[in-house]
């Protein structure tokens, strides 16, 4: 101890030029109670801790640190930068969930070459068997424990890097600091990143060996008298550390010191010993943790910092620290460097999540959002609690059962609205084909379902949910089943373009990893490849190989088969190489109405419409949409849109589509005005080598439409008997403005806009 409390007194003053190593250390089981440097409350007993008060003196000590109910969540956050909603690991019975996926702390590392060695010393307990530390976690070096608690801290199974060793004879606190001591001095004059995750001072609970504490545990027993014993075990962590910090050169090092989860019940003690209330809840006694921050990197050590920070948090702190820069995978973590450096924390969200699926018994699973002095808790099937912990800190008052002042209630209504925002934030599903050997829960990539209709099932019975989809060739049936089609349901937003490695939304690349759903199932095809349900959406996919021949519905919507009333989010996707006699690539049918965005139609075929049809009423936004090379018998080339139907087209390209009748490109009529006028809008589109053996090269106006076409270009269209631009027939109305036309040809007819003597034309 000598040379670290002179060290200690000498003080790091500021952040040095260089980086600096890193050493993280988390206590287990140690709530804010626990400590003297975190409860001043005069009835509570305390165990000696002189490295932990030392350092905690004279660094930065967070008066307001929040951790997970229980310890599993807590590493998961550390490890991602993300709260437990997200990861899917809420508890240690979640654990499990935690996914190869999950962009951690040592990927980040690696990626960015920051210039530090790394290594994982003591508990894990995020699943995956032996390999999980190194797989899951990424760590280069691992040492230490599996599970959550040891059977005996003098007999346990120590893994290193995968392989196991039984260890009879040194206690696991003395193991773990030994280890980290060798590979930290093996490092030289490397920056080094050290993690120790203590078990202590979790159960089981006992006597440390003699010479690492002197509570006095005569006559007691750890039935009758457990609190001692739990002294014991953070004293004897606390002597070990001390050894660790002379054992290694603390110069140009900054330690980091958090407590995983609040104190045990039989052991937590004043002012938070209320039944209920400790380990596992999400009140204070659940929650709060010690937590400081001293050495290399901390300008003006001595201070005590109120402001509300998370576990979460030292995600964006640790890769700020090391010279590297948070990503937005790591979305709930804020740096805590500016407090470091003494200046000013002020984050974008200033609000903290605490959650669990698994409560104190009878609890029930749920969620608390603190910010500022106040905190709101929502547990499932009981009533809510709002609480002003700078007047009630041990959440006495449950203000809602009260009237709540103006300031109180505005407060609790940003506390609601910012909590709803997460708790109805929706799960992911995940689906990969090349998940050969399971699980199949699809609760992430290593469990992904195999195919995409069980994907989205789960995620229709979640509620609604995001299905993410891994590259590769999905059919809706392994048979030659023609009726088979993927079946999407209200609420299921399915986005493909991953690679079965991602851990947030914008890391797929649809271009890049290409997901197919395909109609192609050998022997015959799909009359329909998806049928669209009203509020999905539709991601980042390639939709092939349908093939609408039938009879009645079965004729109509190869690719995507959208009837009475469907709206739905499209973006992103590719529709080519679909068959049909209406609406090749997609058809809508009876006021549905869905908006297309960055998406693709070509190389369909069908009699009309062979990107698009649209009857009856329906209307819909295409933006920044590509149709080309798609082929139409009789009318419409690509689009078809008739019986009221008013689509609306903005940054649209129009290109090689073709017809042996009207509209090479667009065809549109008014035969049911009972559903009101067909209203075509084309705005800052091209039309460009369109044909039609007919009238209408680019777009044919028909029986009472009205079209409006603005800031468009229309080159080298072309029609047999006029209009290779735009024809305008039979009492319809086309408005015109901005427009060029160039090399467009209209065979018998004008080459341009050609209109019939019972149209109106308006420019």
């Known amino acids: 101890m000598k040379r670290i409390l002179i060290a200690l007194l ?7 030029a260089q980086q600096n190593n890193i050493l993280l250390i988390i206590g287990d089981d140690i709530g804010l109670d626990s400590l003297h440097i975190s409860n001043d409350d005069p009835t509570a007993s305390f ?5 932990l008060q030392a350092l905690a003196k004279d660094g930065v000590l967070f008066s307001n640190g929040y951790a997970y109910p229980t310890c599993s969540p807590t590493r998961s956050s550390i490890l991602t930068g993300r709260y437990g909603y997200r990861t899917g690991v809420l508890s240690p019975q979640s654990s499990e969930n935690f996914s190869a996926a999950e962009y951690t702390l040592p990927e980040i590392f690696a990626d960015q070459g920051l210039d530090y060695e790394l290594a994982s010393f003591g508990k ?6 032996n390999d999980g530390p190194n797989e899951l976690g990424g760590w280069p070096h691992f040492s230490g424990a599996l599970g959550g608690g040891l059977n005996n801290y003098r007999r346990w199974t120590k893994v290193v890097d995968g392989v196991e060793t039984n260890v009879t004879q040194t206690y696991a606190t003395t193991e773990n600091t030994k280890d980290a001591a060798a590979w930290i001095n093996a490092q030289g004059t490397n920056n080094w990143f050290a993690w120790i995750g203590f078990n202590a001072a979790h159960t089981p609970l006992h006597q440390p060996p003699p010479n690492l ?6 006559g007691l027993d750890t039935t009758n008298h457990p609190r ?3 002294e014991a075990i953070i004293e004897a962590m606390d002597n070990r550390i001390g050894w660790l910090l002379d054992e290694i050169d603390t110069n140009n090092t900054t330690i980091i010191f958090i407590g995983d989860n609040g104190t045990a019940n039989d052991v937590i003690q004043p002012p938070y010993d209320i039944a209920g209330r400790a380990k596992g809840s999400l009140y204070e006694g659940g929650t709060h943790v010690p937590f400081f921050i001293w050495g290399a990197d901390v300008a003006d050590g001595g201070r005590t910092n109120d402001s509300v920070v998370h576990v979460a948090d030292l995600f964006a702190t640790i890769i700020e620290l090391a010279g590297g820069v948070p990503p937005e995978t790591g979305a709930d973590s804020r740096s805590l460097v500016p407090i470091l450096d003494n200046g000013t924390f002020a984050p974008a969200e200033d609000s903290v999540l605490v959650e669990t699926d698994n409560l104190v018994p009878g609890g029930g699973s749920g969620r608390g959002i603190r910010s500022g002095s106040y905190k709101l808790i929502r547990k499932d099937g ?11 800190p041990l959440e006495e008052i449950n203000l809602l059962e009260g009237s709540l002042g103006t300031v109180d209630a505005a407060i609790y ?6 909590l709803d925002s997460w708790t109805n934030t929706p799960m992911q599903v995940y689906v990969d084909l090349d998940n050969l050997t399971g699980p199949w829960d699809g609760t992430s990539w290593t469990s992904a379902f195999q195919t995409v209709q069980a994907g989205i099932d789960e995620a229709e019975a979640q509620g609604g949910a995001n299905v993410w989809v891994a590259e590769g060739i999905y059919r809706p049936a392994t048979n030659s089943d023609r009726s088979a089609s993927f079946m999407l349901e209200s609420g299921v937003h399915l986005l493909g373009g991953f690679d079965g490695s991602e851990t947030s939304e914008d890391q797929r690349n649809p271009a890049a990893h290409v997901t197919t759903l395909s109609g192609d199932l050998g022997a015959d095809n799909s009359y329909h490849v998806i049928v669209g349900a009203n509020g999905a959406t539709l991601d980042g996919f390639t939709i092939t190989g349908g093939k609408a021949d039938g009879a009645g519905q079965n004729l109509h919507g190869a690719g995507l088969f959208c009837v009475d009333e469907i709206s739905m989010t499209v973006n992103q996707c590719i529709f080519t190489g679909n068959h049909a006699h209406e609406g090749a690539g997609v058809y809508a049918y009876n006021a549905s109405s869905s908006d297309f965005t960055d998406c693709v139609f070509s190389n369909n075929t069908a009699k009309r419409g062979a990107a698009l049809l649209l009857r009856n009423g329906c209307s819909g936004t295409f933006s920044n949409c590509t149709f080309a090379h798609n082929v139409a018998d009789w009318a419409g080339g690509a689009i078809y849109a008739d019986y009221g139907s008013s689509p609306w087209f903005h940054d649209c390209t129009f290109s090689a589509n073709s017809t042996t009748g009207k509209g090479g490109a667009f065809f549109t009529d008014d035969l049911a005005s009972q559903v009101g006028i067909s209203s075509p809008v084309f705005i800052d589109c091209s039309f460009a080598g369109n044909s039609a053996s007919y009238r209408g090269g680019g777009i044919y106006n028909f029986e009472g439409s009205e079209t409006a076409v603005t800031n468009t270009s229309f080159v080298g269209n072309s029609a047999g008997t006029g209009g290779g631009a735009i024809a305008n027939d039979y009492k319809s109305e086309l408005t015109l403005s901005g427009n060029t036309f160039l090399n467009n040809s209209g065979g018998t007819g004008e080459a341009d806009v050609d209109s019939d003597a019972t149209s109106v034309v308006f420019q």
């Open 124 to 129: 894990w307990h995020l699943g995956g068997g």
């Open 413 to 418: 209504d940003a506390l609601a609205e910012k």
């Open 47 to 51: 165990p000696p801790i002189p490295t």
């Open 213 to 218: 504490f002197t509570v006095d545990l005569t």
């Open 382 to 392: 009981q009533d809510e609690e709002f609480y002003n912990l700078s007047v009630d």
């Open 10 to 16: 000498l003080c790091h003053a500021a952040a040095q």
């Open 228 to 230: 001692p014993f739990y």
